[in-house]
């Protein structure tokens, strides 16, 4: 059955560093999203990507969060200068149609660690 | 952003009985609703949707209530296997926005 991955699963980097997170989503899929999960809490959603375009966004994801498809299998999440409170499980996820006709498809979600 | 709430973080239920999950939302613009589940180390894995045209959904052991003049959604899961045992996420949207609003999750265990 086809899956969503996400690379690393585990990423530990300083604060200000910048980071990359990756995802390959479905191949068919056509509609991408990045959500974060902060230890204990809720899952938030960040941001939705279709078309080569951000559709939706969240107050979480400011000036220094941006996405990007670079190829027609990646869909990458980059923090340009991490914070503390940027620690947190990011999961990434797609569906083949858009949020109200077709269900997202998670993938297993890579832990970042900012120390 | 407490759009959505799951007031219960927990619940432990014996095998083979009913598992009820409760959802609260306070947009009445929501019109579509799903329920996750999510293990340890994993992604969250849909489980059922309901739109607000409907009151019930129902899918095997797992069946969705939607009360729209209360706000109000919940999940029965009957009968209870201890491979359901994980934590459980609604979410609600709005057709016009392409985003879901997520609880903070209800960790269910069913004892054996």
């Known amino acids: 059955e086809p899956e969503v991955t996400q690379t690393p699963s585990h990423q530990v980097t300083q604060m200000g560093q910048e980071v990359i997170l990756r995802c390959v989503p479905i191949s068919n899929h056509l509609y991408f999203y990045w959500y974060r999960q902060i230890l204990g809490q809720k899952v938030e959603f960040l941001v939705s990507?279709?078309?080569?375009?951000?559709?939706?966004k969240s107050e979480i994801f400011d000036d220094q969060f941006s996405v990007e498809r670079p190829d027609g299998s990646n869909f990458t999440l980059k923090i340009r200068s991490t914070k503390l409170e940027d620690s947190a499980m990011y999961f990434c996820a797609s569906s083949e149609q858009s949020l109200h006709t077709d269900t997202q498809y998670f993938g297993p979600g890579t832990r970042l660690t900012v120390l | 952003d407490q759009q959505v709430k799951q007031n219960s973080p927990s619940l432990s239920v014996q095998e083979g009985r009913i598992s009820i999950l409760n959802c609260d939302y306070t947009n009445s613009m929501f019109d579509y609703f799903l329920w996750y589940k999510k293990y340890p180390a994993e992604g969250p894995t849909f489980l059922i949707s309901?739109?607000?045209?409907?009151d019930k959904n129902e899918d095997g052991r797992f069946t969705v209530f939607l009360n729209k003049s209360a706000k109000h959604l919940s999940l029965h899961i009957v009968p209870s296997q201890p491979g359901d045992s994980a934590v459980y996420f609604c979410a609600a949207s709005h057709r016009n926005f392409n985003k879901f609003y997520f609880g903070s999750g209800t960790k269910l265990n069913v004892k054996p």
């Open positions: 990507f279709y078309n080569n375009e951000i559709s939706e």
């Open positions: 309901i739109s607000s045209i409907k």
